[in-house]
Nanobody, 125 residues
Framework: QVQLVESGGGAVQAGGSLSLSCAAS????????MGWFRQAPGKEREFVAA????????YYADSVKGRFTISRDSAKNTVYLHLNELKPEDTAVYYC??????????????????WGQGTQVTVSS
């Protein structure tokens, strides 16, 4: 079992940047397909980005493509999400998730087995 802890959220103005971290304990993250999701008030949880076990393939929702970057550092057992050119509609709680299947439907939340507690990102106009 792996425990995930997100950090790095905060409040920024539109056009600003943030970097989120997802630190793991209990197991090495290189054993997992990793994803980031977000949930805004009154909305369903939605896919943001994902990265495969080896870090060779990344996937993004159309709404964040070109603005957000997902990466992983095996040595630090951490996955990152760099958020650039933030917009008010990016405001949400951001969650990282780990899936132990080698290949999964990365955009579907129930494909992932472990979740962090979330970190709030607030973007003001």
């Amino acid at each position: 079992q792996v425990q995930l802890v997100e950090s790095g959220g905060g409040a920024v103005q539109a056009g600003g940047s943030l970097s989120l971290s997802c630190a793991a304990s209990g197991r090495t993250l290189s054993d997992y397909f990793m994803g980031w999701f977000r949930q805004a008030p009154g909305k369903e949880r939605e896919f943001v980005a994902a990265i495969n076990r080896g870090g060779t393939n990344t996937y993004y929702a159309d709404s964040v493509k070109g603005r957000f970057t997902i990466s992983r550092d095996s040595a630090k057992n951490t996955v990152y999400l760099h958020l650039n050119e933030l917009k008010p509609e990016d405001t949400a709680v951001y969650y990282c998730a780990a899936g132990f299947r080698y290949s999964l439907n990365y955009g579907t939340a129930n494909e992932y087995n472990y979740w962090g507690q979330g970190t709030q990102v607030t973007v003001s106009s």
